[in-house]
């Protein structure tokens, strides 16, 4: 029976057209910066997002954790939405690498709000009580919003917000594309707001490995040197990067047909009796079903669905997550609601 994987877009394989470009890939040590192959991925991305430089690093996690550390000290805060995979899903390394702690602010359908996050801002140079705000982390996608997309506007109104209160701005842009293509807009101009940005190549763009960190020259300069102490000073890796390199220039327009995807299963899913889809969040490549009126749990579906070659991930006990991406076609989303169809 086929599987049909959906538990993320992080478990792409590579295509052909992309081993072939695995294969050509000019390498070299890129610890002493001399891998063509991520020089000429790093020059692009950079250019791509309308900022100076870039640095390759192996996951979306240690490009976040790498930004937190460059731009922070140990005792300031950073400030994240209360969902923010920063948050929930890098295994505390805010505070295990950095030092510092994190302000959680409450988003809408995981989108925060600038004035929210003004108000969370720690008084300056105030009581000597309270950790120095330095930074704030926007994630775009917001994941566990639903893949929601940030309206360009609320952006830009962060943007001011974090130059008014003399803070950094840091997107987690591990979707970004989808974002860009989503909403019609230039990536660079979502990037324009933000002093440093990750982007990952190895989601719906379907690389095996690899995200990249942008930003000013001085950032980059200073990323470098936590890049190597976090251990991701690779060498040949420039095989990674052509994948990177082939993944921007063929698999980014066709996001749209994960998008599209995603939107058929939350609206046929929605119709089915006992289970609920908050269509509003269904703007990318990401479905959240919740099964709570179905009479089982979010385990119970997994188990089933399972059983059926096709997987998708309990993310509490009533919701399932579902996300579209390279290797899911419209038959993979036939057998899911063929699946909830029979079974509901
Ligand atoms: N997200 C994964 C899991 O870790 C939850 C997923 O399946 O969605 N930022 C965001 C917004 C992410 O969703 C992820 C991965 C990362 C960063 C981390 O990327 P990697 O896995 O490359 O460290």
């Not at 360009?152 to 974002?179: C, I, P, S, T, Y």
Request: aromatic share 6%.
């Amino acid at each position: 029976m086929p599987r049909h994987d959906f538990r993320s877009d992080t478990v792409t394989v590579p295509t052909p057209a992309m081993r072939a470009a695995i294969a050509a890939a000019p390498v070299g040590d890129d610890v002493f910066g001399d891998d063509p192959s991520i020089n000429a991925l790093q020059a692009h991305v950079a250019d791509l997002l309308g900022k100076e430089a870039a640095l390759f690093v192996p996951s979306g996690t240690m490009a976040n954790q790498v930004a937190i550390r460059t731009w922070t000290e140990p005792g300031d805060e950073i400030i994240a939405e209360a969902t923010a995979h920063i948050f929930l899903y890098e295994g505390g390394g805010f505070a295990a690498l950095s030092g510092v702690s994190l302000r959680q602010v409450p988003g809408v359908r995981g989108i925060l709000d600038p004035e929210a996050v003004r108000q969370a801002v720690r008084p300056p140079g105030g009581l000597s009580h309270f950790p120095v705000s330095k930074l704030v982390c926007v994630e775009n996608t917001a994941n566990r919003g639903g893949g929601t997309v940030y309206p360009v506007a609320v952006l830009q109104a962060l943007g001011a917000v974090a130059q008014e209160e003399g803070l950094k701005l840091h997107l987690d842009g591990a979707r970004l594309f989808n974002a860009a293509v989503a909403c019609g807009r230039p990536i660079a101009e979502l990037a324009a707001p933000f002093d440093s940005i990750s982007v990952c190549l190895s989601k719906g763009l379907g690389a095996p490995v690899g995200s990249v960190l942008v930003g000013s020259r001085p950032f980059i300069d200073r990323a470098h040197r936590f890049r190597k102490m976090f251990g991701g000073g690779m060498r040949q890796a420039g095989i990674l990067a052509a994948a990177g390199l082939h993944a921007l220039e063929h698999h980014v327009d066709r996001l749209a047909d994960d998008h599209r995807r995603a939107r058929r299963i939350g609206e046929e899913l929605s119709a089915v009796k006992g289970v609920s889809v908050d269509l509003g969040s269904v703007q990318t490549n990401m479905v959240y079903v919740d099964v709570a009126g179905t009479g089982r749990d979010a385990a119970q579906w997994v188990a089933l669905l399972d059983a059926r070659g096709i997987a998708s991930h309990a993310t509490s006990p009533t919701s399932l997550r579902f996300v579209t991406h390279l290797q899911i076609g419209d038959d993979a989303v036939d057998a899911v609601l063929a699946a909830f169809g029979e079974l509901a």
